[in-house]
């Protein structure tokens, strides 16, 4: 398993990257770095910075929006953080779900400390895409284990591409990513701590020193996958499907770009609670509502118990995981922005209020078509008896209804406003969109300095 990894890995080659892949790679760093500019002012996001701000790497990699530098792993991190916070960076959904654009912040920190031209970073990118996805066709959902894990190898073996690794370091890197590492799901149930949004950051920080150490000849316990106490023994027995290049589609053109800063369960809800918005007479009120019904598919599970923490969210990171909070914010305010997920919003008595009269059921023909397709119908009822019904199969951002590269351009500049000039905004998508030109991918990242941080109070 791990062979098939890395000789996969250490041969991959620019040359056998289609255009399409190259451009969809680049709009997904550009997605991603506006998250980073979007998520650079919260707490974690504050807290990682301060602990990278304690070493000085050599070679160093910068943390963006700041001019310090720190060790390439502890970049990675703290950029990592940032761009995790808002939930707003692309998803991946096959047996099990995942955010593979975080890969970004270990490929650019190396990328970085080693002054790598920008085909070295998309390659290793696109490289390290498509170790994350094909975690997720193949290992099945809620079985114990973050997602992270599949973050953890991706990022090993796409800065292992960037430092240069052999198939036999390569294979390393793999080995020491996997065994120290298998993170717990339990970040991602009950009610949600500042961590959730951290843990993709911590393993894109495991998988750069994995392949630094790989780099440095240290070696990884054998069979770290198949052997007696593996991989295998934790996730259960799985085999990796047809990687990206002859002839078979690199994943990095078949992941989503979310249009909503919200878990990726919740971009259909939103989607058609925003139309309902749009249908109901304006001068309904909230408490006008009699009931909303959501029919889903299988996440419909984990709303079963009522008492759950995603019926009665308390933090930002539960609330942008809660279907019924998302959907009861995007009828009342008619959008959901990263704002939608205050403290203020999310004690706003309109909204608990509309959630207790929110029902979810699961439905068995959603079930047949996701992944797929993303089916939701909501049904919303008035207390005058009108009844207003509306779905959606492909909510905006996925690969059968994508954001346009304009689209993307604009969420960036949406995300970077309270942080970078227009002029500023200008510059670094220049440079993004040219990113296979460039001779240092410090070109693009020192144009991300951003204005005095606002601290949160």
Known sequence: MIETLAEYAAGLRYKDL??????????????????????????????????AARSRGNPSARVLGTRERSTPELAAFANGVAMRYLDFNDAYAARSTGHPSDVFAGVLAVADAQRADGRTAILAATLAYDAFCNFSESVPREIGWDHTVYGVVACAVGAGKVLGLSRKAMGNAVSLAIIPNMALE???????????????????????????????????????????????????????????????PFRVTQTYIKAFPSVVHSQSPITVALDLHGRIRKETRPGDIESIAIETYWVAERYVDRTNALWHPETRETADHSIPYCVAAALIDGRITEKSFSGARIRDKRITDLIERTAIRENADFNRVYPAEWPCRIEVKLKSGETQNAETRYFK?????????????????????????????????????????????????????????????
């Open 186 to 248: 339990q970040t991602r149930h009950g009610e949600l701590a500042m961590w959730k949004g951290c843990a993709a950051a911590d393993a894109a920080r495991n998988g750069v020193f994995a392949a630094q150490l790989a780099s440095a000849g240290m070696t990884g316990p054998a069979q770290a996958i198949e052997g007696r106490f593996g991989m295998w023994r934790a996730l259960g027995k799985f085999e990796w499907q047809p990687f990206g290049g002859r002839g078979k």
């Open 397 to 457: 951002g996925h690969v059968k209804n994508p954001l346009t590269d304009a689209e993307i351009e604009t969420k960036f500049r949406m995300l970077a406003a309270h942080a970078l000039t227009p002029a500023q905004a200008d510059k670094v998508l220049a440079a993004a969109w040219r990113l296979e030109k460039l001779k240092d991918v410090g070109e693009l990242l020192g144009l991300l300095k951003f204005r005095p941080v606002r601290r949160k109070k």
């Open 18 to 51: 289609p255009p399409d892949v190259v451009h969809e790679c680049k709009r997904k760093l550009i997605d991603t770095l506006g998250c980073a500019v979007g998520g650079f002012d919260s707490q974690p996001a504050a807290i990682a910075r301060s602990l």
